[in-house]
């Protein structure tokens, strides 16, 4: 199956710092990519939409200035955690996908194993 | 405005028993629904993805329905095993732009 992974697995960071974190799909091509973010006991909640070459589509409540998201190849997506601060601490999962897809089989989201931010 | 809603929160079951665990969503309009166990402090490990025009898909002793005219689907796990517990997630791709909305999921324990 397609493999996304991210980069890094953990980060602990200063508050009012900045931390990035990268998000590839390694054997596809992936025309659009998604960022999630995990509260501790929480599910996952959308935080936005990239397409390659355009800008990201946030969904509401999240601040676009302060979570950038730069879809600059097909193949990586980065989330940018401008001046982060403790409430930012939480687990970041990317997606990708690829449309049209190949096959059926993968004709859905791949993601990746996630990144756990710890601001201090 | 899509919502996804599973039932139970949370499941302590015997090892050995078989058990259904349910997930419903608003809106039938889906692309796919995928089912996925994340273990604590972990990513997602999809164990079965259901396109809008299958009813159900089987891996092992798993077997996923879907019915989206009712907007349900059931995870179904057979001789359930100490190693299955874990949180398990139900996720529908929508039609347009392929957002994925997740349940809050399904805490299993199961007990050796």
């Known amino acids: 199956g397609a493999v996304v992974s991210q980069h890094p697995s953990r980060v602990i960071c200063k508050s009012g710092t900045s931390v990035k974190i990268e998000c590839r799909s390694l054997?596809?091509?992936?025309?659009?990519m998604f960022w999630y973010r995990q509260f501790p006991k929480q599910s996952l909640m959308l935080m936005a939409t990239?397409?390659?070459?355009?800008?990201?589509?946030?969904e509401q409540g999240v601040e676009k200035d302060k979570f950038l998201i730069n879809h600059a190849s097909l193949t990586l997506s980065t989330l940018t955690v401008t001046s982060a601060h403790p409430e930012d601490s939480s687990f970041y999962i990317c997606s990708a996908r690829n449309w049209p897809p190949t096959t059926r089989e993968a004709d859905t989201q791949y993601f990746g194993p996630g990144t756990r931010l710890t601001v201090l | 405005k899509q919502e996804v809603t599973q039932i139970p929160a949370a499941l302590s079951v015997p090892e050995g028993e078989n058990l259904v665990l349910n997930c419903s969503f608003t809106?039938?309009?889906?692309?796919?629904l995928q089912w996925f166990r994340q273990d604590p402090g972990k990513g997602l490990t999809s164990l079965l993805l259901i396109q809008s025009s299958q009813r159900e898909q089987t891996s092992g002793r798993l077997n996923a329905s879907l019915d989206k005219s009712s907007g349900r689907s059931t995870l179904y796990i057979a001789a359930s095993q100490p190693g299955d517990s874990a949180t398990y997630l139900c996720?529908?791709?929508?039609?347009?732009?392929?957002?994925?909305?997740f349940g809050a999921g399904t805490r299993l324990f199961v007990k050796a």
């Open positions: 996720a529908v791709e929508d039609t347009g732009g392929f957002k994925t909305i």
């Open positions: 990239s397409n390659e070459g355009s800008k990201a589509t946030y």
């Open positions: 054997d596809f091509q992936a025309t659009t």
């Open positions: 809106d039938s309009a889906i692309y796919n």
